[in-house]
Every structure is written in structure tokens, then in C-alpha cells.
């Protein structure tokens, strides 16, 4: 047999899909598909992936009149590693482009969800919307909830989609020839963009609370006018939470693939932090909402989110020492 017949052989032994095949050697199924059909012929790395594979020597597959032999077992380990291709790599640099968008996005309009709320409520006690301020605060709610559900349409898709890649966060991989070197181009050109979008949005939030503090010293007895710039102030934090997160994850993108940052290969063999990290973040979660519908302090409640992020900080720290894998 050739090796295009070899190939097709093992591969169905072992029941596998050309398909399947492709996602284990980290290739397109029509590259399997051209090799079973003699068009081309896998080079030599790949050929030797094979060879791991269906257990044979690479003279079995590479010479026409060598007997099939099993060839010993190799590590588990070694033969699992998923090699990530450079359209690998630019399929989820575009992806993740794509979830930025998204998600922030859908954060944008979940820190906007209070805003109507208060400015009704603030322009019924000045009198210019006529309504009282238990119907003006009960129409806001349900236009709060509306628009969480409206978030909710950017927020869940996009993390379905996003499923497909949690390999990345997970897995130790390899990479071909090339693709760290493309990777981290991209990763130093888009750099100065990140600076930027971080200083940017961070100065957007600080105008916001400035603009609140300033109105709260000159006018602290005027309410409605207080009211109206806390949502000023919350649009300044929602937009700066836009640039912020958007940034944020493009470049988080790129730790992923770089294996770099939160995504090194000794954090994802640190169980512990994969299994206390989403608990933490679920937890925070629920205290800000828990706090911000029991008491109505949305001009308060925000700050459950820098204090989360400086102690996630130090429990990272922690769980990093506590849960590393021993040598």
C-alpha cells in the first residue's frame, strides 16, 4: 500500500473522521483529504505525528512494502500536545476581535442600565416629567431590566462562541514554525495602541467623578442636579469600561496564544487557580447586584469592582505559591 492507502487504513481502524484526524494534527480536513487522495504528501513532522498516532514505524507509512509493526508506546503527555498552525492563529486573532467587540459592548450597555432610572427619577423631583418619583423609579426599573436583557444578547452568543477557543486557556500547546514570531508582531504593533486606550479610558472614568464631586461641592443640597451627574458620571465609566475592556481583550488575546502572562504553562497546571478564579468573580458579582438593588446605591455600589480587582490581585499571588505543581 501507498501512503495515502495507509492512511485512510489507520485512520478508520481507529474510527476516526477525517475530521478528526485534522483536529488531532492541527490541520485542515482538507489537507487529510488531499493526502488520502494522493494529491499531496504530509512533510515530515507531520508524517511522524502520524506515526504517534496509529502506533506503526514511519517506515511503515513511508515505504510501500513494509509490514505494519506496532511501535512501543510513547508518553501520553508528548502525544497530546496540540501544535497550533498559523491559520490556527489568525482564525482566533479574528475571533477575538470579533468577542472584544462584543463583550464590551454588552458591558457598556449593562453599567448605562441605572442611567434612565435616575434621570427620571431626578426630573420628576425637579417637575419637569410629570410623574411621581415611585412611578418615575418604577418605570426606570423596568428600563433598567430591559436593558440588561438587551446586554444579555451581546454577552451570551459571544461566550458560546468563545468555547470553541477555551483550549487555549487550558491546554499546553506548540506552536509551528513561524507563528510565535507572527504572534508577537502583532502583539508589539498593537502595544501602543493598548497604552492608549488604557490611559484614554481611564480618563474618561476620572472626568466622570470629577464632574460629580465638583457638583456635589458646589450644590450639595440641589438633589435632582446631583442625580443627573451621577448619570453623567456612570456614562463616563461606561465608556471608559468600553475602551478599557475592548483593549483588554484583544490584548489578552494574544497572552492566550503566546502562552504568556495568566496563560503560562505553569498556571494552567495550577488547578487551584482555574477552579477559585470564576468562584471569586461569581461571588463579586453577586454583591454588587445583591447590594445595588437592596439599598439603590448605584452611585456607591460601583466601587465592589476596583476593590475586587486590587484582591483578586493578592489571591492570584497566593494561589499561585499554594496551588503550583511540585517538581
Known sequence: MILADK?????????WSQEDLADKLGVSRQSVSKWESAQSVPDLQRVLELSKLFGVSTDYLLKDSEVREAVDAVDSDETEVRRVTMEDANTFLSFNRMFAGKIS????????CPIPMIV?????????????????????????????AVSLIFFIPAGIAASKWEWLEEDVFDSEYGVEGMLRDKAEKFNPTFIKSITGGTVIILLGVIALITGAVIDENNEPLCMLLLAGMLACIACGAFV?????????????????????????????????????????????????FLTNAWNTTWVVWPIAGVLFGGLVIVLKTVGAPKK
Open 105 to 112: 459592548l454588552g458591558a457598556l450597555i449593562s453599567i448605562l
Open 244 to 292: 478599557i475592556i475592548h483593549a483588554g481583550i484583544i490584548k489578552d488575546g494574544f497572552e492566550k496564544m503566546l502562552q504568556e502572562g495568566d496563560y503560562t504553562r505553569e498556571n494552567k497546571s495550577n488547578k487551584l487557580l482555574k477552579i477559585v478564579t470564576p468562584v471569586y468573580w461569581l461571588v463579586a458579582t453577586a454583591i454588587y447586584l445583591g447590594w445595588s
Open 7 to 15: 492512511i485512510i487504513d489507520e485512520r478508520k481502524k481507529n474510527g
Open 120 to 148: 427620571m427619577v431626578a426630573l420628576s423631583k425637579m417637575g419637569t416629567l410629570p410623574l411621581t418619583e415611585d412611578r418615575a423609579g418604577a418605570l426606570g426599573i423596568v428600563m433598567l431590566l430591559a436593558i440588561v
